[in-house]
């Protein structure tokens, strides 16, 4: 099978190791990919978000599958564009992408199908944020209703932070904030079957402790040994199926990969949010212990048989994965650092780049992650970490703490 992956950054990569460990993957190609797919990939130059142009690439590769790695191709029509072709396509259309596209429409839905998931309401105004944060009070939570490419949402006890926030995106969503670890559930789906994934966490505070600025992501782990043993059928009955069911009865059919971001409160698991697509750096965890072959499970979704699908099978042990961030993120970051050590196997290539001198380079915010596995969660915490020390990269910085809490037992429902 010819696999066209669309996209460049720590998921893609993660999804292209996985495609390529496929046996019935005959050419991965890759656009336009980072230097660490280019290990696996043929690479190929292509605007990621221009539904023509990707379509084209499919048909001059004769590809089987083309699957969509971040969420701005699918919110641009990307899938449908491809699917116009007759050619295969993992990803949402952007019709059901707005399940990401639009944190007032996900929550439209929400309520429509029942599914558990926090009050809130939808501002233009100042007048109508001003109103909403005296309702719910602090944390106040804040989040711009369209894409903001892991930025978009500020969780804070100053109200004038808020405010700021709410003002500066114009239009956001305003909701109770929903105390409680917080978990992510990959679901595969084809519409109407769906397969979920093992659930991970992830860490998205910059620093030790959750403390400082929101980010993509500073790294993640699986499988949660804390979490309620239903907790998967729980969410897949109260949440994912009614969704699923809501969004074919307004004759817009989610298929891909519905992400649902999860708080387990006191009174059960509730939504805190949708993605339409797998999430980064839970990826690099979640598919590491995969042992089903990838393709087979994405082509299935993308062809209307994932019921058809056999169970999947997983590795034992755990997966860790830390992220190693460039100089002042989350704020701009500064690139062009040199990175030695990021080229061996297990690290994930989310902003590199080759300079002409064909060194490596930083080229974004969130660099690299070093991701591990072992027998369990702490054996697969000290192999990430022992990654993460052999690689250098001037002014880099990482959280040293992550699956801590799991691994001393100290999380608590």
């Known amino acids: 099978m010819r696999v066209l992956l669309i996209g460049s950054g720590g998921r893609e990569h993660a999804l292209a190791v ?19 797919i280019a290990a ?19 048909v001059e590769v004769a590809a089987d599958l083309v699957v969509i790695g971040p969420e701005a191709p699918l919110v641009a029509g990307v899938a449908d564009a491809v699917r116009a072709k007759g050619i295969a396509c993992f990803g949402p259309s952007a019709a059901a992408a707005r399940l990401e596209g639009s944190k007032a429409f996900a929550k439209d839905v929400m309520a429509a199908a029942g599914v558990p998931t926090g009050r809130s309401y939808a501002c233009t105004t100042a007048e109508q944020a001003a109103a909403a944060l ?10 711009n209703d369209g894409l903001a490419a892991g930025k978009g949402v500020v969780v804070t006890a100053d109200r004038a932070v808020a405010q700021e926030h709410a003002r500066d995106c114009g239009r956001v969503v305003i909701e109770e904030f929903l105390d409680g670890p917080e978990v992510s559930l990959f679901v595969v789906t084809d519409g109407t079957a769906a397969v979920p994934l093992m659930p991970a ?8 402790g959750d403390e400082g600025p929101n980010t993509g992501g500073m790294g993640a782990y699986a499988p949660l040994p804390w979490a309620p043993a239903d907790l998967v059928e729980r969410v897949m009955a109260e949440t994912v199926m009614p969704t699923l069911a809501e ?25 805190i949010e949708f993605n339409a697509r797998f999430g980064d750096p839970e ?38 994965t830390v992220v190693v961030a460039g100089h002042n993120y989350p704020g701009t970051p500064r690139t062009g650092d040199v990175i030695s050590g990021g080229e061996q196997p ?31 969660l702490a054996a697969a915490r000290a192999a990430a970490y022992a990654l993460v020390d052999s690689i250098t990269l001037e002014g880099s910085h990482h959280r040293g703490d992550i699956a801590l809490g799991a691994v001393e037992g100290r999380i608590r429902l």
């Not at 996985?18 to 660490?36: C, F, K, T, W």
């Not at 005296?134 to 989040?143: A, D, H, L, S, T």
């Not at 699908?309 to 042990?317: F, S």
């Not at 490596?360 to 596995?373: K, P, Q, Y």
């Open 18 to 36: 996985g495609l390529a460990a496929d046996p019935s993957v005959e050419q991965l190609i890759a656009a336009p990919g980072n230097p660490g």
């Open 201 to 208: 966490q992830d860490f998205k505070r910059v620093a030790d």
């Open 247 to 271: 969004m074919r009865d307004r004759g817009t059919p989610f298929a891909g990969l519905l992400y649902v971001g999860l708080a387990l409160t006191g009174k059960g698991p509730k939504v």
């Open 346 to 376: 297990g690290v994930i290539h989310a902003g590199t780049a080759r300079r002409a001198d064909g060194a490596l380079v930083s080229a974004g915010g969130r660099v690299l992650s070093a991701t591990a596995t072992g027998p369990d």
């Open 283 to 320: 990826t690099q965890v979640v598919l590491a212990l995969l042992a089903s072959p990838l393709c087979g499970l994405l082509h299935a979704a993308a062809t209307g048989t994932l019921a058809d699908l056999p169970p999947l099978r997983w590795h034992d042990g755990a997966a860790v």
């Open 40 to 58: 696996i990939a043929e690479l190929r130059e292509v605007r990621a978000d221009d539904p023509a142009a990707v379509a084209a690439l499919a």
């Open 134 to 143: 005296e309702e719910f009070g602090p944390p106040y939570v804040v989040k």
